[in-house]
């Protein structure tokens, strides 16, 4: 076991609590030293909640002394993205929108992991409403890539990613609405499990949008994503597009085999855009599959290259509705002059969102309105339909895709800022997921000067366990996800 607490693994932190090597106090104390050397580098949090977590910590030794143990995550130190709702506790979507907004209640997810005697340590930075690939778009804060502070983690869930990957949580929650968990894993070496579209419940978290939108894990390796999917995954009678069915043990998938399964590699995945170091390295990945007994063909999604368009799309105009509610009467921000209420609605949401999410509100109405609603939205909805019968095809012949998650490895802060067109291309290999509510996971497959790429496994829906099968063979047969950054 790695010297230093805050290194360890999240399963490395579990057996040393049941073990009695260590308490929950002398963990979250040990997080929170390092986020006290690290936060000045990389900016990963919005909310830190110290106290709280030393109360949280001090509950679950007290637990332990009484003989109980809660599970896996009993005791261990947690972070959330700050789009998920938290009792009393500030709840920003890195927003000056909702800057001062305290939620009554605790999402979902939330609840499960507080249930599962989860230490939370604090909510992290993010793309502001999770509309970004960079986390350069929050009201707050630009949070910076561990791994070279000159470069973005990603986004929209750059804050969670960082913390993970610098040792200031064991593990983190994040939310994936175009590839928001899976981009920054890859940028930050890290494993993010976008699960299907259902599986989690999204009740408690703040929609961007609704029918794309899911909640998954940030973690250093395969286990301990299959720890948080099993506290996290299951049916929710809160959340309307929650599905019921009965929920595996994700841990029982971990076995180092894959003879005999059959992965694809979608053309459409490997072409202009995708840096060619990236190419080599999933091409190197799926070489050592067939080193250890899966079958690797080449198969197609031909209408992948409609994805991009397609969701920016459908994104933008559930994102037009969902943030409607935002007007300056109900709740969050309220312009402080205005003259009647026609000038409060414009003055709040000119002066409470930012120039992103602006963007994304006025091409979502744009594409809702009359006269343009069947030329775009509906038709952005037919051809998602279509995109939806690839994969359905695809999983005919293989039972796992392996692609690229990012077309580069982490960019320089600032260099896409002026041009959000190549921002959005950062999105090309993980917004297809997005569309068609399958699930997918990123894991680290390399390194090009120094940063991470990640590859990405592609599922049937519901299918978690083939992926994390997948990924925990390869991940035992290569070292990467033994790296860390020497932040």
Request: glycine share 8%; proline share 5%.
């Amino acid at each position: 076991m790695k010297n230093k607490m805050y290194e360890w693994t999240l399963h490395e932190a579990r057996q040393a609590l049941r073990d009695g090597q260590v308490t929950s106090v002398a963990l979250t104390e040990a997080i929170f030293e390092r986020i006290e050397a690290v936060e000045p580098k990389i900016d990963a949090f919005i909310t830190l909640l110290k106290e709280e977590a030393l109360e949280s910590a001090r509950a679950a030794d007290a637990a332990f002394a009484r003989g109980e143990d809660l599970g896996d995550l009993h005791g261990v130190p947690i972070a959330i993205k700050d789009n998920m709702c938290t009792t009393g506790i500030p709840t920003t979507c890195a927003s000056k929108m909702l800057e001062n907004f305290r939620p009554p209640y605790d999402g979902t997810v939330v609840a499960k992991l507080k249930a599962a005697g989860a230490v939370i340590v604090g909510k992290t930075n993010l793309d502001e409403f999770a509309m970004g690939s960079s986390t350069e778009n929050s009201a707050f804060k630009v949070t910076r890539n561990p791994w070279n502070t000159d470069y973005v983690p990603g986004g929209s869930s750059g804050g969670s990613a960082a913390s993970v990957s610098a040792g200031a949580a064991y593990a983190s929650l994040g939310s994936d609405t175009g590839g928001s968990i899976r981009q920054p894993a890859s940028l930050c070496g890290l494993v993010g499990l976008k699960p299907t579209y259902g599986l989690v419940s999204r009740y408690g978290l703040v929609a961007f949008a609704s029918s794309l939108d899911q909640i998954g894990p940030f973690t250093k390796d395969v286990e301990d994503c299959a720890i948080m999917m099993n506290a996290i995954a299951g049916y929710d009678v809160k959340d309307g597009t929650s599905i019921q069915q009965e929920k595996p043990d994700y841990k029982a998938a971990l076995i180092d085999d894959v003879k005999g399964l059959r992965i694809g590699l979608p053309k459409e995945f490997f072409g202009e855009g995708i840096a060619q170091e990236v190419k080599d390295a999933v091409h190197a990945a799926a070489k050592i599959y067939e080193t250890l007994g899966a079958t690797v063909e080449e198969v197609s999604i031909p209408n992948a290259g409609y994805a991009l368009p397609i969701y920016y799309i459908i994104a933008s105009s559930e994102c037009s509705s969902n943030l409607a509610r935002f007007d300056g009467v109900r709740y969050g921000f309220r312009a402080p002059e205005f003259e009647d209420f026609n000038d409060l609605f414009a003055k709040t949401r000119t002066q409470g969102f930012g120039e992103e999410v602006k963007r994304r509100i006025m091409l979502g109405t744009y594409a809702l309105s009359s006269g343009y609603y069947d030329a775009y939205y509906n038709k952005a909805m037919k051809v998602r339909t279509l995109l939806k019968q690839d994969f359905d095809r695809a999983f005919e012949s293989v039972d796992v895709l392996l692609t690229p998650t990012s077309p580069t490895v982490a960019f320089k802060i600032g260099e896409k800022t002026d041009n959000p067109l190549e921002m959005y291309m950062s999105d090309i290999c993980t917004v297809p997921i997005n569309i068609a509510g399958v699930p997918a996971m990123s894991l680290p497959c390399g390194f090009s000067e120094g940063l991470p790429i990640g590859m990405q496994l592609i599922g049937k829906h519901f299918d978690e366990k083939t992926i994390l099968r997948a990924a925990y063979a390869y991940e035992q047969h290569t070292g990467y996800a033994q790296q860390r950054p020497s932040l």
